[in-house]
């Protein structure tokens, strides 16, 4: 059984080679996702104990966020980059899954130790419908799996559909995006009380979108809030 599948699946790579999603070339079987070399040149951003490193700074101001980290600095035409579109257009759910397994593993037994809930930042139904997953929720699989803490897609909805971010600055990012997230009407704020969630999403631009998604736990008392992602603009 196992020769014929092994022999199977060299029948399937010669027809459809599994490539290297950073460069292309094609993997070798030990290899997942990313060849040796692109995974040993990624841009890692090291900054999960640093306070006040580059990601919080673009949290700084509207709710406050304890703690703030990425795996990855994020540029036009890097590896990250190419990472985030097969995530977000190209189904690559498992991709996210093992990158966010990544994130938690160099995160472990530090500045994040005390974090009890992982919460992705969601989408907004429709977007949900068309693209069949949330990118967040995966990464935020992956984390789980490594910080041993469970993941909560059931407290926060997203209940604006935005348009793009793209060419807009921070200050007009921030008030398209303000109040586009809700708490789930069944959620009680008191059974969140003196929790310590960890947000995560994909990419942090200028970060309006993960402090919108904070800003809907903002009459929870004493909770705590820090955030995590898979790359974030230095
Ligand atoms: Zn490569």
Redesign the pocket.
């Known amino acids: 059984m196992i020769r014929w599948s092994s022999a199977l699946n060299g029948f399937v790579e010669l027809f459809y080679p599994r490539l290297?999603v950073?460069?292309?070339?094609k993997l070798f079987q030990d290899e997942h996702f990313?060849?040796v070399?692109?995974l040993s040149s990624l841009p890692l951003a090291q900054v999960h104990e640093s306070e006040d490193n580059f990601v919080e700074q673009h949290l700084y101001g509207r709710p406050y966020i304890e703690s703030a980290t990425t795996l990855m600095v994020y540029g036009k035409e890097t590896v990250p980059q190419k990472i985030i579109h097969e995530i977000k257009y190209h189904g690559a759910k498992e991709l996210a899954q093992s990158m966010g397994r990544m994130l938690g593993r160099q995160m472990k037994g530090g500045r994040f130790s005390s974090v009890d809930m992982i919460v992705p930042v969601p989408l907004h139904p429709k977007r949900l419908k068309w693209r069949g997953y949330n990118q967040s929720e995966w990464i935020a699989k992956g984390l789980s799996e490594e910080l041993g803490v469970p993941v909560r897609s059931d407290l926060v909805e997203r209940v604006v559909e935005t348009s793009t971010q793209t060419n807009k600055n921070a200050e007009e990012r921030w008030s398209n995006v303000k109040g586009i997230f809700a708490l789930r009407q069944e959620v009680s704020t008191e059974g969140l009380k003196d929790h310590h969630l960890l947000i995560v999403d994909d990419v942090i631009t200028t970060g309006s979108t993960l402090m919108a998604c904070a800003a809907a736990f903002s009459h929870v008392d004493n909770v705590k809030i820090s955030a995590a992602s898979l790359a974030a603009v230095n």
């Open positions: 290297c950073g460069c292309g070339r990313l060849c070399e692109c």
